[in-house]
């Protein structure tokens, strides 16, 4: 149910989470007076980040509904729908990290912004499953745009002594539209209101204009001799970023099986009030942490938020799997709370530290397509294991799977010994 479809993404932001930002030296930005950080401008960018993963979390948990009960359509095509969406904002995302590097961020927000709301208005008309696939698709593609603008303009807009700290308030905004979302999504499902539910989406998507026009975006960075970057394949991707983008989809690929099967799972064991009671939990943990989590990775550093996180995740993730009462799977969501929420946040801040800042945009759409990937793929991949180990055995699985992302950031971690977090307001 509403479960079932709290995904991604959360961020963040879905993670919205995001680090690869402008930023100076956090030694010499401690070393100033507290900067700013809400800001007209960050004010109207968290505003733009929630609009989008609202219409997304509604649309996410109204169409599976939808196209069984108006198109008469079966059950495996709400996967499709699914796969559809991401697919086309993993395969837009790359190209979008270019552009964010070398055009305008601020018409790329508000077209993307228009184009979003275009595509939205167009739900109410579709009629069938083809239809609703093709629009899936297009919508996919102008959100994997838009999700890798705001996260690079929000990042450049931190001041770089609060970098930590101004993207867990940043990825706040999609942590509460992945609660309020999804819980206006399945009432309107069971109200049988679902073309008011793509108008309510289409208004709604309408303000993320306003709001784009409200920002006053900085300038795209250049590189040291004033040239902007290249565009071309090689350019799509940095290998410095490469290790902890693949930490973040072991992440979401663990999560997944949270996001995918916890209501199915609930339903097995009769704890369906326990599981709408479990998401109130995640998101109630989830918020509280990231107030102050972003603090602690500016002034302690990461791996002071980052080792908790995944333990705290890990532990979530086992009790959820040998849960036999109410009690215990609404601690785990209060767990898988603290740990896979208030992380997302910091390795989008560590793989957008990790790049140059005129690579920002790539940095940033590195981290959606691994959030992304690990989300599809994840549901896939426990989808076939539950038919052969049942659910409880996917959630020991995930816990493991964090347990060896764990090992590799610790390597990473290693490896680069203190790792500054910069923000690109210092390079303007």
């Known amino acids: ?38 800001t007209k401008d960050f004010w109207a960018i968290t505003i733009v980040s929630f609009i989008i993963f609202f219409v997304f979390y509604v ?54 912004s228009l184009a979003f709301l275009v595509i939205t208005a167009l739900y109410p ?5 083809e239809s609703l696939l093709f ?43 992945m609660v309020v979302g999804p819980w206006i999504g399945l009432n309107m499902a069971r109200w049988d209101a679902f073309t008011a539910a793509f108008w309510l989406c289409s208004a709604v998507a309408a303000l993320g204009i306003v709001f784009s026009l409200i920002v006053t975006v900085p300038p795209v960075i250049r ?8 565009l071309g394949f090689a350019a799509m991707f940095d290998r410095a ?42 998101a109630i943990f989830l918020m509280i942490c990231r107030t102050f989590t972003g603090n602690i990775c500016d002034k302690k550093g990461p791996k002071y938020v980052v080792f908790p996180c995944l333990l705290a995740f890990t532990i979530g993730l086992v009790a959820l799997g040998y849960t036999n009462g109410s009690i215990i799977m609404i601690i785990s969501g ?3 709370g603290i740990g896979y929420g208030s992380v997302t946040p910091v390795f989008q801040t560590q793989i957008i530290s990790s790049v140059e800042p005129h690579k920002i945009g790539v940095a940033n759409s590195l981290f959606f397509n691994a959030m992304d990937a690990g989300m599809a793929i994840g549901a896939f991949i426990m ?46």
């Open 383 to 428: 989808g076939m294991m539950v038919e052969s180990v049942g659910y409880r055995m996917i959630y020991v699985a995930g816990a493991v799977l964090v347990v060896l992302a764990g090992a590799l950031y610790a390597v990473q971690m290693k490896k680069r010994g203190v790792m500054p977090l910069v923000s690109t307001s210092e390079l303007h």
């Open 334 to 336: 209060g767990l898988i």
């Open 223 to 230: 590189h040291a001799d004033g040239s902007k970057p290249n």
């Open 59 to 112: 649309l996410l948990t109204l169409l599976p509904i939808y196209i069984v009960d108006r198109l008469h359509a079966s059950a495996d095509k709400a996967g499709l729908l699914v796969t559809c969406f991401l697919a086309a904002a993993i395969v837009i995302r790359p190209f979008a990290g270019q552009w964010v590097g070398k055009y305008s961020n601020k018409k790329i927000l508000v077209l993307s």
């Open 1 to 38: 149910m509403i479960l079932s479809n709290t995904s991604h993404f959360d961020a963040p932001d879905r993670c919205s989470v995001e680090l690869s930002v402008a930023c100076v030296r956090h030694l010499s930005g401690s070393l100033r007076m507290k900067e700013k950080l809400w």
């Open 241 to 282: 970023a490469l290790p902890f983008a693949l930490v973040t989809f072991f992440m979401t690929f663990s999560y997944a099986g949270v996001s995918a099967f916890l209501a199915l799972y609930a339903r097995e064991l009769d704890l369906m009030a326990a599981a709408s009671n479990f998401l109130l939990c995640y």
């Open 125 to 129: 008309v579709c009629h069938s499953i």
């Open 135 to 177: 629009i899936r698709v297009l919508h996919g593609i102008t959100f994997g745009v838009i999700t890798t603008v705001k996260g690079t303009i929000s990042a450049r807009l931190i001041p770089a002594s609060r970098c930590g700290e101004g993207i867990s308030f940043f990825s706040l905004a999609m942590g509460l539209a």
